[in-house]
């Protein structure tokens, strides 16, 4: 068990459809990262978190929207949704990576998004 | 611009062979970090290790090694005495200065009991 928290584990929507993912770190970890991982594009960074901070932005699309709230989980918001969408999402927590080496990253089990 | 390629899609031993998984990197960036992740069939992602550009000590956990040479920009890693359990999908990675990641493509290992 890594300790992050994942819900949903899977979601079926149409396309044109909004979804919220939400993700729950591990206790003490302050950063929040979300990864889309697709047969199409593989896996991808999206967006990093840090203390309710945007720190890092990936191959997000502006259709999709994050934060990170004070309690430090996040959601990935994911609106006007296409077929293509179709994907795992991955949470992951770690604390500031930048103040030591080998900090670890924490893994969700991931959201399978289908869009029908 | 930041690549990371990982050039063996594929790869099969058998069990008890040691395997070595490429990764090759691009970035003009002098402080970058350097990441394994693996991938079991069940789906999770595992992280396997961090590395920074200013640390080209090898690394070695248990029956994984990991080598990083800037000299020629790869960051391969090893598993020694493979077992089952160590089939998976292997990922590279690297961090930036922008805190971005890019990963690789993935290399998929079997082994064969």
């Known amino acids: 068990d890594s300790g992050v928290t994942q819900t949903p584990k899977h979601l079926i929507t149409a396309t044109g459809q909004r979804v919220t993912l939400r993700c729950s770190p591990r206790?003490?970890?302050?950063?929040v990262y979300w990864y889309q991982q697709s047969l199409d594009q593989g896996l991808q960074f999206l967006i990093q978190?840090?203390?309710?901070?945007?720190?890092a932005k990936g191959n997000i699309l502006e259709r999709f929207s994050a934060q990170q709230f004070p309690d430090l989980h996040s959601e990935l918001n994911l609106s006007s949704l296409e077929l293509g969408d179709s994907a795992l999402y991955f949470c992951?927590?770690?604390?500031?990576?930048?103040?030591?080496?080998?900090?670890?990253?924490?893994f969700g089990d991931g959201t399978r998004l289908s869009i029908l | 611009a930041q690549k990371v390629t990982q050039a063996q899609t594929e790869i099969s031993v058998v069990e008890k062979e040691d395997v070595t998984l490429d990764c090759v990197y691009e970035?003009?960036?002098?402080?970058?970090?350097l990441f394994w992740y693996k991938q079991p069939p069940s789906g999770e992602l595992v992280f396997l290790i961090r590395?920074?550009?200013?640390?080209?000590q090898n690394e070695i956990s248990g029956r994984y090694s990991w080598n990083f040479q800037k000299s020629t920009s790869s960051f391969n890693f090893t598993i020694t005495a493979s077992q089952v359990v160590d089939s998976a999908v292997y990922f590279c990675?690297?961090?930036?200065?922008?805190?971005?990641?890019?990963f690789g493509t993935g290399t998929s290992l079997t082994v064969i009991p």
């Open positions: 992951a927590s770690s604390g500031d990576p930048y103040r030591g080496p080998n900090q670890p990253q924490h």
């Open positions: 206790s003490g970890d302050l950063s």
């Open positions: 978190y840090y203390n309710g901070e945007e720190r």
């Open positions: 970035t003009r960036d002098t402080t970058y970090y």
């Open positions: 590395r920074n550009s200013f640390d080209e």
């Open positions: 990675a690297l961090s930036d200065t922008g805190n971005q990641f890019y």
